[in-house]
């Protein structure tokens, strides 16, 4: 890692803050990180946050989550403070089920040969749970087969697709294992020519659904209650919207997965496909107001998640975050993954129905804007409580309030 950073550092003229800045791997030892990917030359450290409040499924969590990004920690917590009045979060989930395709080409005939598949689902199955006997051993493998036939650009292709009890593990590398394992067979019953043999991200048999009901008068009355109505309503409607609405989900659910060592490039792929899946872009979320006029909300999602294997065991962090969520289960992390998601919907609309986004996101973000504006230790939160007061949260500005506090020493 050493040599690595050095000749980079030469190459792209690092100045040596700019080099030990990347070489600090933070709460990763260097030999954690020079292992867990390549040509590894240091790390990149956010800060974690605690989001509080949570009450998931009629438990309190205390919620970990890493990103850049100011106001998210803050917003999911006063959304779960708003959601506690009546009860908090009801979670549920569909069990931690993965689907593993084996792709076929050149089937001679693909009806023929999707009846010879499943004709030797048994025995298909029983070589692909041979590959994981542990899992096996804990309820989870592979539980279904199916088949299908797809018309595409290069013809009709054959699909055996494997549905695996993953158990608490993410499930990719046991799902691609067993993929691999049982694709000779699938080749030799098809008579055609296997490719790929890979999982899918779009894990719509892994799902989780959260709902919560928000008094009207714990979050602002009836007009609150409309807008956010309205607000789900535009963002059924369009996509441009969409798109936003579901980020401000994503916001919530990768900042606890980056916290706790999860796939979040997985969570991610899953997430918008399943908002894709009917042919349009739909939201995760639903919102409407019940007959006592307060707000339900729910969300449903894939969350393909895992406690065993990947950064979730190798990332010292990410093991005492998920100490301090205290979930012992895959699942139960997904659930409360789930619930942070709806909160922060919940606090993005609420926000954007009533007084905009930005005075409180400029107010957490003004200390960012001091700092880029060369500000440190106390004048952070002098440059930044300047700018706020004058509601002019910009890089220029806090240059001359940071020049102007030095002068006047
Ligand atoms: C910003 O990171 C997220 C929001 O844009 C989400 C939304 O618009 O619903 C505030």
Redesign the pocket.
């Known amino acids: 890692m050493k040599e690595r950073i050095a000749l980079v550092k030469k190459l792209a003229g690092l100045t040596d803050e700019e080099s030990r800045a990347i070489a600090d791997t933070g709460g990763l030892p260097p030999d954690v990180a020079d292992r867990m990917i390549e040509n590894v030359i240091g790390g990149i450290t956010m800060p974690m946050g605690v989001a509080v409040n949570f009450r998931v499924n009629g438990k309190d969590y205390l919620v970990p989550m890493a990103l850049e990004?100011p106001?998210?920690v803050a917003a999911a917590s006063n959304a779960a403070k708003m959601a506690r009045v009546k009860g908090g979060f009801a979670v549920t989930n569909t069990g931690p089920l993965m689907i593993g395709q084996i792709q076929v080409v050149n089937v001679p005939n693909p009806e023929e040969a999707k009846k010879s598949v499943l004709a030797k689902k048994d025995e298909i199955m029983k070589k692909a749970n041979d590959q994981d006997p542990l899992l096996v051993s804990l309820g989870g493998g592979a539980k279904e087969l199916n088949v299908k036939v797809l018309s595409t650009l290069k013809g009709p292709m054959v699909v055996a697709e494997l549905v695996v009890n993953t158990g608490d593990a993410m499930g990719a590398n046991a799902v691609n294992t067993m993929a691999e394992a049982v694709a000779p067979m699938v080749e030799e019953l098809t008579g055609g020519k296997v490719f790929l043999r890979i999982i899918s991200n779009l894990a719509d048999r892994r799902l989780v659904r959260a709902s919560a009901t928000f008094e009207k008068h714990a979050i602002g009355g009836d007009e609150v209650v409309d807008g956010i109505v309205y607000?789900y309503a535009f963002?059924d409607a369009d996509p441009y919207?969409c798109a936003?609405?579901?980020?401000?989900?994503m916001?919530g659910v990768v900042a606890v997965g980056i916290a706790c060592g999860q796939d979040i490039r997985a969570l991610e792929a899953g997430a918008h496909s399943y908002a894709s899946r009917t042919g349009r872009y739909k939201p995760l979320t639903t919102w409407e107001k019940d007959n006592n006029g307060d707000l339900v909300g729910s969300l449903e999602m894939p969350m393909a998640v895992g406690l065993v294997g990947g950064a979730s065991r190798t990332h010292p962090a990410a093991k005492a975050a998920i100490k301090i969520l205290g979930v012992t289960k895959a699942i139960e992390l997904a659930e409360v993954m789930a619930a942070v998601g709806l909160a922060?919907?919940f606090g993005?609309?609420r926000?954007?129905a009533t007084e905009g986004?930005q005075r409180g996101?400029m107010r957490l973000h003004s200390r960012n804007v001091a700092v880029a504006a060369g500000a440190s230790g106390k004048y952070i939160d002098l440059v930044a409580q300047r700018m706020v007061g004058e509601r002019k949260v910009r890089m220029d500005r806090a240059k001359e309030i940071l020049n102007e506090l030095k002068e006047e020493e």
């Open positions: 990004e106001s998210v607000a963002a919207r936003t609405h579901n980020k401000g989900i916001n922060q919907n993005a609309l926000a954007l986004i996101h």
